[in-house]
Each structure stands twice: as C-alpha cells, then as structure tokens.
C-alpha cells in the first residue's frame, strides 16, 4: 500500500490528453513539492516533472505538472506511442522522514 | 555527462550481508545529496535511502531502517549501501540516483543509474 496513491492504469489514442493523478495528504503532498517520473519498459526511470510543474530542459511541453492541496496531477497532451510507459509521483513525506513514490501508473497508447 | 554507475548485487542468501556501490562521474559530487530506490520484479519504486552532500543527513525507509546503512566517499566520487540481515523481500534492482540540491529533503532525483539486481534466496 503506498503513501501516495495513483490510479493503476490510464489510457488514450494518439493526440489525445490524458491526466494522471496522485492523491496524498497534508505530511506530504500538502507541505512539500511534487516530481513525476517515466519509466519506460526495461529502462531506469527518468525526471519528468520538478517542484510540481517544472520541466527539466529536454522534456516536451506536452507534459505538464499541477498541484493542488494535498493532491497533483501530471498531464500528457498530444499524446504519441512512446508515451507508453509507467510514471510514477513521488513527493517528501514530513512524518515519515523521507521520500514516498505512488505506486505507478501503466499508461498504454492505444 | 551525468554517469552513474551501480555494482555489488548479486545472489545472497537470507541473513547475509551485501555492499552496493555506486562511481558518479560528469558532475560534482561532493555538491549533490546522493539516494538509493529500488524496484522489486514486476512492482513499483521504492525509496530505500538518502544522504546529504556533507554526509550529515541520512535517511531510510522503515522498511530498511536499523539493517543498512549508507555512505559516500566524496573523495573517490562514490556512494554506497551496506545491506545486512538480508531478507527475501529486499530482493529487487536497486539504482543510485543523483538529488538536485544539496539535502535529501525532497524527491528531486535527477539522473539515475541502470541499477544492480539483489537476490536474496536460500
């Protein structure tokens, strides 16, 4: 059971949009910022999304991070084949003194 | 360019011990906090620990919390995990991963290796 919850699975067809969500509470969402991370298929996962909704140079700016509360959300727009992938949230939590991860979400193009 | 590269996993049987090592190159170590996160087959990420640039600051999961223990040789560019009292479930790909500032209060983990497999089997 993780700290932060995502759903398991989300989908789409070519240049669609999609939202991924990550819910969590007021130790960690709530009072630190949230990064994103893709992982595709048999590869080590890679910085999507820094401080809730800043791209590291390189990402496309089809993929955007928001935060609200103590919930965020990553956004794929125009979504391509090679968006397949899972992608992760992870934030710092306050209470358990360290990092937590969402238990990933496995984005499938259709 | 950013390098990072883990090694030391290997078969282990339960109640063993195992040291994880990490050589960074292409940055400026001593500058950066310095995490370990792993990934058990088929499952999702887990944060196992993290030290700050200084190695004042260390933190670990629950999960790992009093069996390992991390460190870094900013000198020789290179971090490591002591894993003792080995467990089943501690068997995953474990991969090193740079933070962007200088604390590991925060989830910034910017580069990542390509990981090392532990297995933990009798």
């Known amino acids: 059971q993780s700290v932060l919850t995502q759903p398991p699975s989300a989908s789409g067809t070519p240049g669609q949009r999609v939202t991924i969500s990550c819910s969590g509470s007021s130790s960690n969402i709530g009072s630190n910022s949230v990064y994103w991370y893709q992982q595709l298929p048999e590869t080590a996962p890679k910085l999507l999304i820094y401080r809730n909704n800043q791209r590291p140079s390189g990402v496309p700016d089809r993929f955007s991070g928001s935060k609200s509360g103590t919930s965020a959300s990553l956004a794929i727009s125009g979504l391509r084949s090679e968006d397949e992938a899972d992608y992760y949230c992870?934030?710092?939590?306050?209470?358990?003194?360290?990092?937590?991860f969402g238990g990933g979400t496995k984005l499938t193009v259709l | 360019e950013v390098q990072l590269v883990e090694s030391g996993g290997g078969l282990v049987q339960p109640g063993r011990s195992l040291r994880l090592s990490c050589a960074a190159s292409g940055f400026s170590f001593d500058e950066y906090a310095m995490h370990w996160v792993r990934q058990a087959p088929g499952k999702g990420l887990e944060w196992v620990s993290g030290?700050?640039?200084?190695?004042?600051?260390?933190g670990y999961a629950d999960s790992v919390k009093g069996r390992f223990t991390i460190s870094r040789d900013n000198a020789k560019n290179s971090l490591y995990l002591q894993m003792n009292s080995l467990r089943p479930e501690d068997t995953a790909l474990y991969y090193c991963a740079k933070g962007l500032g200088t604390m590991i209060v925060a989830a910034a983990l910017d580069y990542w290796g390509q990981g090392t497999l532990v297995t933990v089997s009798s």
């Open positions: 992870a934030t710092w939590d306050d209470s358990l003194s360290g990092v937590v």
């Open positions: 030290i700050s640039w200084n190695s004042g600051s260390r």
